[in-house]
């Protein structure tokens, strides 16, 4: 399962429901937008829409997402056994908590008005409530609450993928221009609707066109209103309760946890782990904000385990996919009811508020190769360091953009070599980027030995090991000077079938695990069965003479259906 779907079914349903309201939010959005151009294509995108929102599975749809979404946040809220949380989040569940009170009446004014009354709440009748009064000002702050509740959500869901990274300013500029969008349009086509309607001629069609509520029906719409924002008020008031109630309760009773190193801490029974490093102001590393679908926040229980509870399904999937141990669980999902010591895996530091989420590291399955220059010290003996520099700065300059076209990046230079990594979407895409570079070095090679030949220069050989598998990316160094690199076995393996390239005397040796997932099929006679140190049994890895002429090379093996 996808780590954007890993926890419980309870956090499941929450992001579901999200994303649903999420696109209904979007497409209002860009409705009212259309204000802007025309009114012809205002009312027909409301039309097409709501072929959608209400029709009968439409419907569901929606209000299903929104009931569930807002009654696990509030059921949330009222098992939260400390207020004490990052701003985020804080500011998150302020904005969830406004948007009903203020959704209502936009609601109770259009679908149910139309239901209810038949009246006919196209834009233009929306315009005409909300235009320069005090109403439009309380639904511009709600499309603005909606919208900035449901980016923010939307971004602590995904930060953790490289593509939205790389993506997010464009991203944040495009979050920023859609209710700038919303709020233009409205203004446009309320200004013209609004000098429309002050045209006696016009006014009585309008109110024809619309079946305009009157004074009775609008004061039937308003107390419906009302009602409504007292029974909402009411469950806010139940949430309340009902955490004052545990907040009390478990001022009766404390546990003592250790943590380590001589900080010790007594919180209320009743919380989890995580609220009460937070209730105490201890650091506890969390990026999905105790959500269960990190392992940011994990402990090693080192005294008390026999008091917890089990680990839960999504708990036990969390911790099983980074292999922890049978005494380390999450702390945001254990309550200690006895005192426990424990250790916190992540133990966040002064500097850790200020470091972004690829400190944590992240797992991708990649490919990446080691490339080295042949004989460098050699041919570098007795030259200035001025020389040494320029020739490995024209080496470089010659063959790395053959590994930028693939969407390759080179991760970290090592003196005459480097280390090249391809982050793409996928591990077939990022195996095929790299056989694609590998052919374009060699063809580089060869004109940047063209040209050292015309300088009277000995040409340059080099040696590459490419290989696939997992890898592990993040932040890596101390804070303020850590830049993003990777770690793991596979990084060892492809430096390892570089190192033996020099004693084939080959171009390049690539991996069975890299050529298998690009697509071909390598017949095992053309292999060689490499022993290599750090692996328990021989690795099998395609020799590459000269690699100019990759893909035709390629070209002579079956391909699998698949691919």
């Known amino acids: 399962m996808s780590d954007l779907w890993r926890g419980s079914l309870v956090t499941r349903l929450r992001i579901i429901s999200g994303l649903v309201l999420f696109t209904y939010a979007l497409f209002h959005f860009l409705n009212i937008g259309l204000g802007l151009f025309s009114p012809v294509w205002m009312d027909a995108m409301q039309d097409t829409r709501q072929l959608v929102t209400r029709s009968i599975a439409g419907s569901i749809l929606l209000y299903g997402a929104f009931a569930i979404h807002i009654i696990l946040a509030l059921v ?7 207020l004490r949380m990052p701003l985020w989040e804080a500011v998150q569940i302020g904005l969830g908590i406004l948007i009903p009170v203020l959704l209502v009446a936009h609601l109770i004014h259009t679908r149910t008005a139309h239901q209810v009354y038949g009246v006919n709440d196209e834009m233009g009748y929306i315009m005409l409530l909300l235009y320069n009064t005090a109403d439009g000002w309380k639904q511009t702050l709600l499309l603005l609450v909606v919208w900035t509740h449901g980016c923010t959500g939307l971004h602590f869901w995904l930060r953790g993928k490289a593509w939205w ?26 200004r013209r609707i609004k000098a429309e309607f002050a045209d006696p001629a016009a006014r009585d069609a309008l109110i024809q066109h ?46 003592t946890i250790g ?9 209320p029974r009743g919380l989890t782990l995580l609220e009460m490093s937070r209730l105490r102001g201890v ?13 940011t926040c994990r402990v090693v229980i080192e005294e008390g385990q026999e008091w917890l509870h089990p680990p839960s399904e999504a708990e036990a999937r969390s911790l099983a996919a980074v292999g922890a141990e049978s005494h380390t669980r999450l702390a945001c999902q254990i309550k200690p009811i006895e005192p426990m010591t424990v250790l916190r895996v992540f133990q966040p ?41 320029f020739l490995l700065n024209r080496f470089f300059d010659a063959i790395v953009p053959a590994i930028n076209a693939q969407g390759g990046t080179v991760d970290k230079y090592l003196g005459d070599g480097f280390l090249a990594v391809f982050e793409l979407p996928d591990a077939h895409s990022s195996a095929q980027a790299a056989l694609r570079a590998i052919e374009g070095i060699a063809q580089a090679l060869a004109d940047f030995n063209a040209t050292l030949a015309s300088e009277g220069q000995n040409p340059v050989a080099i040696g590459i090991g490419a290989h696939l598998g997992d890898v592990v990316l993040g932040e890596i160094g101390a804070a303020g000077q850590a830049p993003r690199t990777l770690i793991g076995d596979t990084v060892n393996t492809a430096s390892r079938l570089e190192g033996v390239t020099k004693e084939h005397k080959v171009q390049a040796f690539i991996s ?50 698949e691919t």
């Open 76 to 82: 949330k809220l009222a098992r939260r056994g400390t």
């Open 165 to 190: 990274r790389r993506n997010l300013p464009t991203l944040a500029g495009l979050a920023a221009l859609i209710p700038a969008f919303a709020l233009t349009g409205f203004l446009v086509e309320g």
């Open 210 to 255: 619309f079946n305009f509520p009157n004074r009775e029906t609008f004061g039937e719409l308003i107390s419906l209103t009302e009602q409504l924002r007292w029974f909402f008020g009411a469950a806010m008031a139940v949430v309340a309760l009902a955490y004052l109630v545990k907040y009390i309760r478990a001022r009766r009773r404390s546990v």
């Open 259 to 267: 943590y380590g190193g001589g900080t010790r801490i007594t919180a």
């Open 283 to 295: 650091p506890h590393a969390s990026l999905c904000g105790g959500r269960g679908r990190c392992t």
């Open 349 to 389: 530091d002064g500097h850790s508020k200020h470091r972004g989420h690829a400190s944590q590291g992240e797992e991708k399955e990649l490919a990446l190769l080691f490339l080295d220059m042949r004989g460098f010290t050699a041919r570098t003996t007795g030259q200035l360091p001025y020389d040494v520099v």
């Open 512 to 561: 069975f695990p890299l050529l298998r997932v690009a697509g071909h099929r390598v017949a095992e006679d053309h292999m060689h069965a490499l022993t290599l140190r750090g692996l328990s049994t021989p690795l099998l890895a395609w020799p590459v003479i000269d690699a100019r002429d990759l893909a035709v090379q390629l070209a002579r093996f079956p391909r699998d259906k």
